[in-house]
């Protein structure tokens, strides 16, 4: 059975910064990557970030570039946000692509088929 298990909200105030985990157990030895994404009241869920297995390879969306780094360890995935502002609030969730869907998919939710139940985080002074 697949978990995925985020920690690490929370509050933070604007210029802080965060790091979001992400537990993975039970997902195919082979799968193809992490994705982070998050979603905020009344919007639709946006990726954010995105980090191959096998390679390592990571994308981020043009809103979080600079700003955010994902990276993985093993069974853990992990999303460092600095200079957080407060149109970053939302629930963030990492998700696992289990096959390659191609780059199209890899900020695009449709092409993860686990997620996790989300981390609330919150910027605002």
């Known amino acids: 059975q697949v978990q995925l298990v985020e920690s690490g909200g929370g509050l933070v105030q604007p210029g802080g910064s965060l790091r979001l985990s992400c537990a993975a157990s039970?997902?195919?030895?082979?799968?193809?990557?992490i994705g982070w994404f998050r979603q905020a009241p009344g919007k639709e869920r946006e990726g954010v970030s995105c980090?191959?297995?096998?390679?390592?390879t990571t994308h981020y969306s043009d809103s979080v570039k600079g700003r955010f780094t994902i990276s993985r360890d093993k069974n853990m995935a992990y999303l460092q946000m600095n200079n957080l502002k407060p149109e970053d609030t939302a629930v963030y969730y990492c998700?696992?692509?289990?096959?390659?869907?191609?780059?199209?998919?890899?900020?695009?939710?449709?092409?993860?088929?686990?997620w996790g139940q989300g981390t609330q985080v919150t910027v605002s002074s």
């Open positions: 998700a696992a692509m289990e096959w390659d869907t191609g780059p199209y998919y890899y900020l695009d939710p449709r092409g993860y088929g686990y």
């Open positions: 039970g997902l195919p030895l082979d799968y193809h990557g």
């Open positions: 980090i191959s297995r096998s390679r390592g």
